[in-house]
């Protein structure tokens, strides 16, 4: 019996191609965007489960409190929490404090740059290291020793040649051995490294790493299975207030599960983070599955007229319902089967540009379980959610009614018909006005007041003998014609970077609990930036004159009080020389801490380099790369443009924006193939009446006007309800910024007229091929 069913209704399919097609291509494109969102979903969810011990290791970050609010900091803990957390909390068994670094290695000829991190040994049993050469017991023995994953062993001795044992040199000055090589991690990794090195051999030229005063490092603690996470992290809040004396720094654990998903705090509590967003690409990846599965609805039924005479005679003939809607099922699944197998094609062609636009490594795999179950659960669930309400609908037919030729078309049908439209459309719309809002979001952030110029920008890694030969690169850099001015800096301009609290100045009033940020910068800086010095002069080029002058942001010299802050003191010793204009660091949507900045290039981590307007970027580079190659040749030369490391800051904000032009074309897309099939029924329906009136005058304008207003009025009806559904979803998503733009009522009008002018150019083709036909064709079988 079943076997009859999949003949019948790959008959039916075929006997009706157009339709079939318009079936099959709307429910593939459902199919496809859902896959890719759900690979996006798989990638995000499996961030860290390569590590077998994810349930039981925690990151360690603090909370502090400033001003009377509570922030949240990352590689901020003291060196010797892990040690004390390890020994007085009963629970953790292991314990790892870590700092990051880029180390140059040399063997050779051969060099290459790799970040990794000095780490205490319970690191490599915590992150579940599996090695292929050498072994964890015996990786730290020696404080030399280092261990490197396999694709920096393969690059520095060639694919055949064993490391183990070898001696590499770091950054051109000592030497380290390598005891082991563990494989590569994959790239969906919270904390991503391509070295380990022991951590005594950091401590042991650095004293002060043991001090409670120098929040440095990243501190992980592994716990024991049986352990009761609330009382171990309950005993953990308390070390840091007891060691310190202080109970405005607070650490706490964070559970490697959530590292990735939900990294984002508020106030010292985790407000969520990038779940959001899964949760998001989830339900639109839904949506887009049910607008597909709408149109598999809306032309099942509004074909009814097609299939009444069948169903009648199949019910005469002794057809029960179940049978009927069996067979009814059984061309859905079908219908959804092929789709599932054009899908995968498109997958093959589609994946790679998806994979260009969100900056990841997706891969469709057919032959993984996990992969092959989900488009069959997909496909399946396509074709029951598309095909029960035809099935039922045209199963209920009487044979009576259907023989006698009575009309069979039933009211509620047409209307669930015309609401399905409009719920396309609705979706369809607020994608689109979500787009422009995300658009403008972004541009209104990017096209902020900086605070300097980041066009013609370029930042350089400080390395090797930079800093001793800074005067000389600059002015070989400057011979070149192609610079305008070179600055040095201890930090990226971006970023956060190194901060202090407990200070105080003259004009402040309870400045201990201010967090500042402290840069330390060469006189050129603020000239190569763009920087504008508001008050008092900038630091001459001679760091001895300044050498314990500073200068400030508006910001703090606000909280200095009334009047100039030039002339005034912080702590009695540093008097302040000059004011600089705000500028945005860190959070690019908020306002930045106030910054005190010191002329001390002793402490550079990074050369900023400003290129002269309309300069080949080529030859500047070249120019740049010659010299750094003259005075520090053991270095690589390695470069970033700041506009495009400020444009990474929006990385997903950029993401929605991409995601939602996607997906507002393809529900529009689907939209449409389902308008085109419904038009192109109800001209067809309606061939007799467009004859009559042909006849009788009626103009092809006339008749295309008549044909399209109901389809419109439903447009119509969807822009009314998208609107407020738009904007409430885009007024909370703007809600989490706190620097953002504000809702326009342009967007939602660009959105309505755009689903409007497409839906007409939909409806419109059809109505106009109807009108101009002949009517003795449409009535001479009157």
Excluded at 650 to 672: D, M, T
Aim: charged share 20%; aromatic share 12%; with cysteine.
């Amino acid at each position: 019996m079943f076997k009859n069913y999949l003949k019948i209704a790959w008959r039916n399919l075929w006997k009706n191609k157009g339709y079939s097609m318009l079936n099959i291509f709307g429910l593939a494109i459902g199919i496809t965007c859902a896959a890719m969102i759900l690979l996006w979903v798989e990638d995000e969810v499996g961030y860290d489960a390569n590590f077998d011990k994810q349930n039981v290791v925690y990151y360690v970050p603090t909370n502090q409190q400033y001003e009377g609010e509570w922030r949240t900091f990352f590689q901020a803990t003291p060196g010797p929490l892990a040690a004390v957390l390890k020994e007085e909390v009963p629970g953790i068994v292991g314990s790892a404090r870590t700092k990051g670094e880029d180390f140059l290695f040399q063997v050779g000829e051969t060099a290459i740059n790799k970040n990794g991190r000095y780490a205490d040994p319970d690191f490599l049993s915590m992150f579940s290291l599996s090695f292929v050469e050498g072994n964890l017991e015996t990786a730290f023995k020696n404080v030399d020793a280092i261990v490197i994953s396999q694709e920096t062993a393969t690059q520095l001795f060639g694919e055949d040649t064993s490391a183990m044992h070898k001696v590499v040199k770091i950054n051109n000055e000592t030497n380290f051995t390598v005891t082991g090589v563990y494989e590569d991690l994959p790239h969906n990794v919270t904390y991503s490294f391509d070295w380990v090195a022991p951590f005594e051999r950091f401590a042991k030229d650095n004293e002060w790493v043991k001090e409670y005063g120098a929040n440095f490092s990243d501190t992980f603690v592994e716990l024991s299975p049986e352990a009761n996470v609330d009382v171990v992290n309950n005993k953990v809040k308390a070390i840091l207030p007891l060691k310190t004396e202080d109970d405005e720094t607070i650490a706490f654990l964070f559970s490697m599960k959530d590292w990735h998903l939900r990294s984002a705090f508020e106030g010292g509590k985790n407000v969520g983070g990038q779940i959001t967003y899964v949760r998001l690409f989830s339900l639109i990846a839904l949506i887009i599955l049910l607008i597909a599965c709408i149109n598999f609805m809306n032309l099942a039924t509004a074909r009814s007229e097609k299939r009444a005479n069948e169903v009648g005679v199949r019910k005469v003939l002794g057809s029960g319902r179940k049978g009927l809607i069996s067979q009814f099922m059984a061309e859905a699944i079908i219908t959804a089967g092929l789709s599932a197998v054009l899908s995968v094609l498109l997958l093959k062609l589609l994946v790679p540009q998806f994979n260009t636009m969100i900056g990841k490594q997706l891969a469709l795999n057919l032959f993984n379980p996990t992969h092959l179950l989900t488009l069959l659960s997909i496909t399946l669930i396509c074709g029951l959610v598309a095909g029960w309400y035809p099935a039922f609908y045209l199963s209920s037919f009487k044979p009576v009614d259907v023989l006698k030729g009575a009309r069979r078309t039933k009211g509620s049908a047409s209307m669930i018909r015309k609401g399905l439209v409009a719920t396309q459309f609705v979706v369809s719309i607020v994608f689109i006005i979500s787009t422009i809002i995300v658009y403008q979001q972004v541009q209104h952030v990017k096209g902020r007041d900086l605070g300097y110029n980041k066009e013609n920008l370029v930042k350089i890694p400080v390395t090797g003998d930079m800093i001793k030969n800074f005067k000389p690169i600059e002015e070989d850099i400057k011979a070149s014609g192609m610079i305008e001015s070179i600055g040095f800096i201890n930090t990226d301009i971006l970023s956060g970077g190194n901060n202090t609290s407990g200070l105080s100045w003259q004009g402040g009033v309870d400045t201990e609990d201010v967090l500042v940020s402290v840069r330390d910068i060469t006189a050129d800086f603020f000239n190569t930036t763009g920087m504008k010095i508001i008050d008092g002069r900038g630091f001459s080029n001679n760091p001895a004159q300044d050498s314990v002058n500073i200068i400030v942001s508006e910001s703090f010299a606000k909280l200095m009080g009334s009047g100039s802050a030039v002339g005034k003191t912080i702590e009695e010793d540093y008097p302040v020389i000059g004011v600089v204009k705000d500028y945005v660091y860190g959070d690019m949507y908020g306002s930045s801490d106030p910054v005190i900045f010191f002329n001390d290039p002793s402490q550079a981590r990074f050369m900023y380099v400003k290129t002269k307007t309309g300069m080949e970027t080529v030859l500047a580079l070249n120019a740049m790369e010659a010299t750094l190659h003259k005075f520090n040749p053991a270095f690589p030369f390695e470069y970033e443009f700041v506009d495009d490391t400020y444009d990474a800051k929006f990385k997903s904000e950029q993401l929605i924006g991409n995601l939602s032009q996607v997906f507002a074309l393809l529900a529009i897309l689907i939209s449409c193939l389902g308008l085109f099939g419904l038009s192109a029924f109800t001209a067809d329906q309606r061939r007799k009446e467009i004859g009559v009136r042909k006849v009788l005058g009626s103009s092809i304008t006339g008749i295309v006007g008549l044909l399209s207003k109901d389809f419109m009025k439903l447009v119509g009806m969807a822009i009314i309800i998208a609107t407020p559904i738009a904007w409430l979803l885009m007024q909370n998503w703007l809600e989490g910024f706190a620097y953002r733009t504000s809702i326009n009522a342009w967007a939602f009008i660009i959105a309505g007229a755009v689903a409007i002018v497409i839906a007409l150019l939909t409806i419109s083709f059809q109505a106009f091929n109807a009108a101009r036909v002949n009517p003795v064709k449409s009535l001479r079988t009157e």
